[in-house]
């Protein structure tokens, strides 16, 4: 959005609901509906599949089509999904990272198709096509897992896409550097602000010395970085948080890249405010909170953001339903036009409160930066799994200030009575629940889509793709090639797959351990798993497996620190593993029991699947544990087909966990 003067009432941000489910023709008819209630731009959620580059009917894809956002598999899609919405005239916002280059090539693509039907230029379309693809694979790696390839290759990708985004779509935002999910794997506000500012210098060094854009044009690759942001409870340290970060990006920007022009270095960030803060018990409290974290951003106008999204209350119960998505809306609207928040000038100007703790943060954050530079830059710290390793261990000590009661979330850990709620009343159908039906769709449609193209085409377009990728070449020109050859999503990335071939982070479980705060308790428990695994003549055994693709493995990482932290000896292979592979390695390795961590909706699909497999496998006596987003209902189905026990977001305490899964393992072993 464009700055005001001074004199002016400032501008609302660009008002976003972050949305997608089921299919493109869905989705569409949710955005137009959004765009009718007052929304300003638009903010894509993508399925699973389409965010680790796999077409519907793959096998990694199973139970998760559909679920988490909208599948987009080719362009056909994509031209569906903005039906009626002329890309020109929006303001595009794209959660999309591994294959954000191919998201943004089908995007460009439907442009040029919607300029030419409406007899406009093409070149003035492109001109004018604004928003943001995310595009930060570094924070895949070490919070959200949607990443596909090695580090390099994906830097090179990003690179490339940043140098053809300035000279082609100048008024797009080739990438968000993101620490939102930093925040969310348990990134410190100084850990938030240092490793999203090492992954900036990393991307800027990487198109500075590709040589694809000359020195003079420099200023604007730096204008057109973006920051997407987390802002949590603790409002007042985010609101400082910002302006530390607008502080430390005009420093770096003017010193390290020499850019002369203030507007060019201006912090320019769009925000959601934090979702996994958002709480399963008494849910209502969520409305307050997503309000007090919707002011850390907006309160101070040195530091605004341009763009919010909001989480619904009921995020942490399932998909949120049009309804919920609309109080959200409207919870950023009154505050843009009811307020008189816009009218004034930064009001936290002077306060020697907020400076203090603005140089605290930006101290803390220069000092980490340059560790990070020392080891090598982010791509160095993120291979050498130091940066995973600091979150983790974040993470796990937050974890013990909740169990502790030193950390308080009202109605989790506090305050913890209630009334029966009349917004999850029997019969209010609280959450929003994808049909079956959709991914059966999917799978037919992306066949259909295949019989019906020109093969031939599509051979020579992934060719030209694959040898432009053993060069220099940048691929962005090649990638829209494929689109509109009708390339899908599945054989973009299998194409990349074979030149840069795929990666495991590190899982950064292995430096992680527990300490001072629930000792006694931890003791306690590790003596039980002692004494059952000298009952049974060997160690007890655990695997922690994230089958599907959810790549959000924060929860599966602490509690696979915990079990080893009582005495476990413990199995874990990271993110997107087959219902068969957890099986294998379950069978293999000799566990004593089986927990696997899903958020994504898909725990209907796949956690059967693996409790099919064991019993197929001879080992059916392992008892299988469940945790993650799970309606009541489904926790009933999943028990009723043989899970032991399932826990959701309001079992934070993992020390009583592991106690619990102890029993399990003594009952099915006939201990007790």
Known sequence: MPYPTDRERDRPWVIRTYAGHSSA????????????????????????????????????????VGKVGVPVSHIGDMRTLFEGIPVAEANTSMTINAPAMWLLALYVAVAEEQAEQSGLDYAEVRAKLAGTTQNDIVKEYLSRGTYVFPPGPSLRLITDMVAWSVGEIPKWNPINICSYHLQEAGATPTQELAYALSTAIAVLDSVRDSGQVPPEKFGDVVGRISFFVNAGIRFVEEMCKLRALGRLWDEITLERYGVENPKQRRLRYGVQVNSLGLTEAQPENNVQRIVLEMLAVTLSKDARARAVQLPAWNEALGLPRPWDQQWALRMQQVLAYETDLLEYEDIFDGSRVVEAKVTELVEGARAEIDRVQEMGGAVAAVESGYMKGELVNSLAARRRRLESGDEVVVGVNKFDTTEPSP????????????????????????????????????????????????????????SIDCAKAGVTTGEWSGALREVFGEFRAPTGVAGASMSGEGATEISEVRERV????????????????KPGLDGHSNGAEQVAVRARDVGFEVVYQGIRLTPSQIVAAAVQEGVHAVGLSVLSGSHLEVVPAVVRGLRDAGAGEVPVVVGGIIPPEDEKRLREGGVAAVFTPKNFRLTGMMDEIVTLIRQSQGLD
């Open 25 to 64: 023709e869905k989705t569409n008819e949710l955005y137009r509906r959004n765009l009718a209630k007052g929304q300003t731009g638009l903010s894509v959620a993508f399925d699973l599949p389409t965010q680790t580059g796999y077409d519907p009917d793959d096998e990694l894809a199973k139970g998760e």
């Open 423 to 478: 917004l999850q009343a029997e019969g209010a159908d609280a959450i929003f629940t994808v049909d079956p039906a959709t991914e059966r769709s999917a799978v037919e449609a992306i066949r259909e889509w295949r019989a019906a193209r020109d093969q031939d085409a599509v051979d020579e377009a992934l060719r030209a793709l694959r040898d432009a990728a053993k060069t220099e070449q940048n691929l962005m020109q090649v």
């Open 530 to 545: 002692r004494a059952t695994g000298d009952e049974l003549g060997q160690r007890l055994r655990m695997l922690v497996g």
